[in-house]
């Protein structure tokens, strides 16, 4: 069971950024951690150094929660920084895949039907 931390956000973040099929890869250039504030954990990440965005999680929400708030913010800030593009497609429609939480594990999943499609936002075998 993995538990939030700078290394595991670390992780998650670039499994997320991994997952998002960007047309230029993004950076992870800070991760900031100060348990007990409003904003706990401050992933700031972006494509250019010039144009960086900063995406938020809880450590202290269960896990999955975490990832998937995490990955559905990342995703907002890249679908503006990209022009409105779907990221990451969902296979064989026009809209993003969602974010979700199933059978306590992160999911990116289509918006229309689970069933279509829905696959882990950190694949097996990694943290
Ligand atoms: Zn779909």
């Known amino acids: 069971m993995t538990t939030a931390s700078p290394e ?25 951690w100060t348990p007990g504030s409003p904003t706990p954990v401050k992933v700031t990440a972006g494509p250019y150094p010039r144009e960086v965005v900063s995406a938020y999680c809880d450590p ?37 895949l969602s974010t979700g939480v ?9 918006p229309v039907s689970p069933r279509h499609h829905r696959s882990p936002i950190i694949q097996a075998g990694t943290p």
Do not use: N, Y
């Open 60 to 96: 202290d929400r269960p896990w999955p929660e975490t990832v998937a708030r995490l990955a559905s913010d990342l995703q907002d800030h890249a679908c503006e920084v990209h022009w409105g593009r779907p990221f990451p497609p969902c296979p064989g429609h026009t809209h993003p």
């Open 8 to 32: 595991s956000v670390r992780l998650a973040a670039e499994a997320i950024l991994d997952g998002l099929c960007l047309p230029a890869p993004w950076k992870i250039l800070d991760i900031d």
């Open 102 to 110: 199933a059978d306590g594990v992160a999911v990116w999943e289509c």
